[in-house]
Each structure stands twice: as C-alpha cells, then as structure tokens.
C-alpha cells in the first residue's frame, strides 16, 4: 500500500509538471530537496513544495525562470557572477542544485556601487585599474564575507551613442576574482538598447524591448536574494514611454512590477532587513501611483532601506514613512573626466556593514583614498578653475566652507582654531541649478570641483556638453564664520557612530590634486 501511495504521488507530481510551461526541482549538492525556495520568472512567483518541487505557466514576456537564493546557501557563481537563473528555451524542464554554507551569515558586508557607466575601451581602463584593485583590497581587508552590489548605468548608451557592446567586457571586469566579492546588477537608463525595433508579442512596451540586451548580459531584471537576516530586492524603475527617443523615459514601476515585488515580499518574515536597490532614486518620482505602492510594500517591513544611483551626487533622503534612501555617487564621478562627482563627492562606493539585521555601520569610499577621507574645506574668498573659467566664492577671507559627503542629520562638524574649539559649522541649504550657474552668497555647490570640470577640463563650458550635469546640488556644504580670519584652522566631522574625521589643509586656490584623474596610457590590450 504505501509503494502504490508514493507511486500515485510520483505520478500526481508528473502530470501537474506536464500541466505548465515551467517546472523543476531544487535540491542540495547531497541531493536533498530544498523546500520554501521562491521561484520566478518575473512575473510569477510561486515557493517549493517539500519534496522541492514547483511548476507555473511561463509568462509571454519572460526570458529567465530564477530563484530567490535562500540564506543558507552559498551563491553560485558562472564566469565570476552570480548564477541563480536559467534561460527559458523550449524545455519546460529547469532543475537547480545548492549548495549549502558552513554556516549562515549572519554579518557581512555590502558594497554599493552606483553608475560605473562606461562609455569607452579608456574608461573599461579606469574602472580596471582604479575601481576593482580597490575594492578587491576592501574585501580582502574585511573580516566578513563581501558582497556587490551595482545599482545600474554599467555602460553610457545614450541613443546613437552605443556602449552595450561594452556590456561583456565589463561583465568580465566585474567578475568575482577582480572585485574579490560577487556582484549582482541593477539596470539603469543607459543600460539600455536604443536600436529602433518593432515591438512584438514577447516585447510588448518599449521598456521590456529596451532591457533585453541588459538581460543576455547579466540576467534577470526583477530579482532577489537573501544573506543572513537580510532580504535584498533589484528592480528595473525606469519606464520608457517612446521606444526610438531615448529621453522618453521617467522613473516608475509598471502594475506588472508592483505585482511581483507583493507576490516576492508575501515570503519574507517581516523582521528581517529588506534592502531594496533601483537605479533611479525613488525619492524623485515618490508621487507616482505605483511608486506609492511600492513605498506601502516596503514600509510594512519595519527595518528597510532603498539604494539608488542615478543623480552623480551624494544624498541621505528619509521618506514620509520613515524609510531612508542612500543615493550614491557615482564610481565614474563625472563621467571619468576627473576623480570626483558634481557635488565634490570622490569617485567610489557605499560599504554597508550588516551585523543580524540591522545596518551596523555605513561609510562612502572614495576610490584611492582612505576609508577616512570624508570632507574638503574651501577658503570663502578662494578662486578656483582653469583656462576656460575662474569662479570665486564670495563668502570672505573669515568664512569657511567644508564638504563633508557622508554627512547626515546625526553628524556633528566641529571648528577648531589655533587648536581651540571655535563652535559649530551649518549646514547651507541646496541650491538648485538655475542655468547659468556662477558663485553666489546662496549657492551651497562644490566651486571647487565645479572649477576643475568646467574650467580645467572644459565641460559644462565648451560647446557640447550640459553645463548642469558639472553644477551638481550639493547636499552636505556647511559654512562657518571665523573668529580669527589668520587663525590655523582645523575642521573635525563626526559621525552618528561618533568617529571623527579631520581636515586641517583649508583650500584657497585651484589646486586640483585630488580632483584630477591619474596619467596613463591605454596599452595595445585595450
């Protein structure tokens, strides 16, 4: 009686998989099956059964089925990247095999990495000599395990402007023996196809076409994975409204998209730490219907934070509902003209420590610097720039103005003269770009690093180029007002975590050492 039973059972599992378009098993590397694994093809989402069992009807749209790679198994890799997905084809049999951790993770730490967008085989370089060395040195420094994260424009397409040839090159650059940690991708808006194609049955809008190459490179667009305590979403939020005109896009998320992240979150115990990674920071398009939605979504999850990219400036932005949003600079800072973003931030990366689920410790690195490098203070009287342009602040000889990138509302910036403690620096209030942009007693921009792209290097000023994507808001300048303009000056910032960060060199000239961007030559390899 019981051979007949597990023969009905075998037979009962074997018509509802010939029932669907998609079916399979997951099982350990001993081969034990896997139960509660949650399975997707970007629309569905379904978990497995005990015997680790699931089967759905593939979506018209879908190009991959995946999994949500459970915590306690290690992340497998392929070529260097994660591979927790397979590519549909006219099988409807996807099995998958895990293999199981020592033990589960519980700290760890998150790389962030915001806009590498590389445009040529010269920033493939930089990225290659600059971007990966240093954070493979910050992973092998780390006494827990790493892990990457890129929140979207790997390359710089921009209509006839075509780098998704660049796509593989980068893939291999991002490998885990480059970074010394897996990566897993975010989609950005210049990741995206731009070839004007008629859509069809399986590409239904303009954005679904428009990611497809992103896709064949790096996979899946909507997905997530689990580390410890954590719960870590990507998401595509950029929605394009004309498939042949590539400014026709905003951020978003389709009902399609909101529907998965519900049907993807409905597995998560909801005191786990839910991360949720786009390209486009939320907080810009945070009206949105659906971005409402999205927004409830996330907010039932007490301990949650949104990472985004997009904007090449540094921002901590906290949400109506309390969840905070980190908006990193961008690792190609000004598109790889120099060393530093618009805003002054240096070109780098987010390290998010995580210890259970709570975010233990956060600070941004700026690439070839120490984890210690946090601010830049500016003589209020100082001139800066180059040939093509020369702002001067107009605060005075007796003001000083100091950049601290990571500060929030928690942080505390502290002046010291001739060794005293002076008082309290203020944090100036963001000024946003007016058109044309020059010094003023209400601009809280970084002149410094405004004065290095726009009159050193020319952009923002020749012909061109968008003078707005050189005149960044800034949203960390603080201002202070001396007690004694010939006083020996030095600046202490600290942090909510209470360590401190000094700068005791006032920049009072254009002296572009930190900004400008290490002399090379590409090698015939390249």
Known sequence: MRRFLMMLFAVGVAATAMAHDVSGVIKTTQGEPVEGV?????????????????????????????????????????????????????????DFVLKPLKRVEKNFRLIMVADPQCQNLRHVHRFRTETAPDMRQTAKRSKVPC????????????GPRNANYLMPMIRYEMAAENLGMPMFQTIGNHDCDYEPVALNGRNTTPTVRLQRMFEATFGPIDYSWNRGDVHIVSMNDIVYDDITNFKKYHGDFTDKQVEWLRKDLQYVPKDKLLIFCVHIPVEHFRKSANNKRVLDLLAEFPNCRIMSGHTHYMRHYTHKNGIVEHIMAAASGCWWWSRNNGDGSPNGYGIFDVCGNQIADYVYKGVGFDADYQLRVYRGNAAFGGKHEQPTLPFGKDKILANVWNATKGWKIEVYENGKLSGQMQKMKPSPFRGDEHPSLSSSKDWWA????????????????TRRNYCTPNHHMYIYTLKDASAKVEVVATDDRGRRYTCKDIIEG?????AAPPAYEVGEVW
């Open 450 to 465: 405004i004065g290095y792209h726009t009159g050193v290097v020319g952009r923002g000023h020749r012909k061109g180029s």
């Open 38 to 94: 949650v399975v997707s093809d970007g629309y569905t989402v379904m978990a497995t059964d005990a015997e680790g069992r699931y089967a759905f009807d593939r979506h018209p749209e879908a190009s991959y089925v995946y999994y949500s790679l459970p915590a306690e198994y290690e992340v497998p890799l392929r070529q260097g990247h994660p591979c927790f997905y397979k590519k549909l084809t006219d099988d409807k049999v996807y």
């Open 510 to 514: 254009a002296d572009y050492t930190l």
């Open 147 to 158: 892990y990457a994260v890129s929140l979207g424009d790997i390359v710089y397409s921009e």
